[in-house]
């Protein structure tokens, strides 16, 4: 484990100019459209809140799909970059700067639904603020709105210790594939990404290694996950006021199996 340990605002402000390099962004915005296409199909909605944006992948999709979306997320760089890409690919939602708990002092409308994806809930590592998040989600949402959250699959990942896991670099995932835990090279640039198995914490590691003349020049990052799992997570979208709790394997709804599901999928109505 790196000593060095960052918040998730410091981890993903370090990554900022590289990260749509490493989740290849281009790509995965083609590559999983047709998946979100079949999701609004399923879930019918007009509006939605991406609760951890990131550099807006996400919310430049679903406005494609005339969905009216906003996107949040912690860290300022980030949102720079995510406004980049909403100019760039004609995107006219907004960006706000925000944690999931206190979502609900920055927005006073409310969403058909609300996306929380790439692993990001496990950033919450506090079970109070796991609290607050998922009651402000209930609270931002509209009657029979839904929330789908979308993370790794700790349980497997514990079980078979998987420290570096193999993910499909093009097609979704279940969540942003800066948490997937693969190798993956960018021209001169290099990330391999990879698990610390703590008792409670899981630590997430992306180290970046830059070529020049045959050389190599590496940093290492690393930010701490509460690997929450299935039953967990069921018991606090109860406790938020959500029902009909389905849980899958991905964003392609398979069934969610605990000792196979690389992912955890899980999509709650309000």
């Given at each position: ?256 199996i605990e000792e196979k599901s690389k992912n955890l999928v899980m999509i709650s109505r309000k």
């Open positions: 484990m790196n000593n060095n340990t960052l918040n998730p605002e410091a981890f993903y402000g370090q990554l900022s100019s590289e990260y749509d390099h490493m989740i290849r962004f281009e790509n995965r915005l083609k590559a999983e459209r047709p998946v979100f296409e079949k999701l609004i199909e399923k879930y019918p909605i007009k509006s939605a809140l991406d609760a951890a944006c990131g550099t807006g992948m996400h919310v430049i999709m679903l406005n494609q799909l005339s969905i009216n979306v906003l996107g949040a997320d912690i860290s300022p760089d980030m949102l720079d970059q995510a406004e980049k890409n909403a100019k760039r690919w004609n995107c006219d939602s907004r960006f706000i700067l925000s944690s999931m708990q206190k979502l609900d002092q920055k927005i006073t409308n409310t969403f058909d639904a609300i996306y929380c994806l790439g692993n990001s809930l496990p950033h919450i590592l506090q079970e109070k603020d796991l609290r607050q998040a998922l009651s402000t989600f209930h609270k931002l949402l509209n009657p029979g709105g839904i929330v789908v959250i979308g993370m790794i699959n700790f349980a497997r990942v514990r079980r078979n210790n998987e420290r570096i896991l193999s993910v499909n670099r093009t097609g979704p995932s279940g969540g942003h594939s800066t948490l997937g835990g693969h190798t993956g090279r960018t021209g001169d640039t290099e990330f391999i990404r990879f698990y610390d198995i703590g008792k409670e914490s899981f630590y997430f590691n992306i180290l970046t290694i830059n070529w020049q003349n045959g050389k190599a020049a590496h940093q290492l990052q690393t930010t701490e996950l509460k690997p929450y799992t299935q039953p967990r997570l069921e018991t606090e979208l109860f406790k938020a006021g959500f029902h009909e709790n389905d849980f899958f394997g991905s964003l392609h709804l398979e069934p969610f």
